[in-house]
T-cell receptor, first 115, second 112 residues
Framework: GAVVSQHPSRVICKSGTSVKIECRSL??????MFWYRQFPKQSLMLMATSNEGSKATYEQGVEKDKFLINHASLTLSTLTVTSAHPEDSSFYICSAYIPRGTEAFFGQGTRLTVV | QKEVEQNSGPLSVPEGAIASLNCTYS??????FFWYRQYSGKSPELIMS????GDKEDGRFTAQLNKASQYVSLLIRDSQPSDSATYLCAVSPTGGGNKLTFGTGTQLKVEL
């Protein structure tokens, strides 16, 4: 079945540094991928829609210069958290749809801790 | 105003009982509805999808949709301890394509 793989699963970084998170569709091509963020005891909030070969579309309130998204191929989207601060500590999750599919498949998620 | 609302729980049911999870949404034009299960520290896993009014059954799970009432529910029959998790209701809003709006989730505890 369709699998979305996300790496790393956990990362700890120092405040002010940047962290890159990868999201791969393993057995299908995904022209669009979605990036969500989930704080403890809260819901998943859509951050941005990653579009292969074009700029990402960010949701209101999400800083595009802080959360850089690159979707350079049909199987890979990356999210880079730049100049990370402790308040960026969260669970980041990507998702994708198989072609003509109607159900989202999620990556394993990345637990980011900024110290 | 929240777009997708769920009771946060926890909802406690004894093993073997029926667990009933509820969700309401504000966008009347929403077309697609999903239930995801999320274990602590893990990403969501799709349990059920439903697109038309009525019931949809898959094994121990039944999803119910009432678009007139803007209400979707999930029934879990013969609840097992392994069903203990947070259940997220997700809705694809009008014109939103594949974007999903999630509720905050209901924590279910199945007790021995």
């Amino acid at each position: 079945g369709a699998v979305v793989s996300q790496h790393p699963s956990r990362v700890i970084c120092k405040s002010g540094t940047s962290v890159k998170i990868e999201c791969r569709s393993l057995d299908f091509q995904a022209t669009t991928m979605f990036w969500y963020r989930q704080f403890p005891k809260q819901s998943l909030m859509l951050m941005a829609t990653s579009n292969e070969g074009s700029k990402a579309t960010y949701e209101q309130g999400v800083e595009k210069d802080k959360f850089l998204i690159n979707h350079a191929s049909l199987t890979l989207s990356t999210l880079t958290v730049t100049s990370a601060h402790p308040e960026d500590s969260s669970f980041y999750i990507c998702s994708a749809y198989i072609p003509r599919g109607t159900e989202a498949f999620f990556g394993q998620g990345t637990r980011l801790t900024v110290v | 105003q929240k777009e997708v609302e769920q009771n946060s729980g926890p909802l406690s049911v004894p093993e073997g009982a029926i667990a009933s999870l509820n969700c309401t949404y504000s966008d009347r034009g929403s077309q697609s509805f999903f239930w995801y299960r999320q274990y602590s520290g893990k990403s969501p896993e799709l349990i059920m999808s439903i697109y038309s009014n009525g019931d949809k059954e898959d094994g121990r799970f039944t999803a119910q949709l009432n678009k007139a009432s803007q209400y979707v529910s999930l029934l879990i029959r013969d609840s097992q301890p392994s069903d203990s998790a947070t259940y997220l209701c997700a809705v694809s809003p009008t014109g939103g394509g594949n974007k999903l709006t999630f509720g905050t989730g209901t924590q279910l505890k199945v007790e021995l």
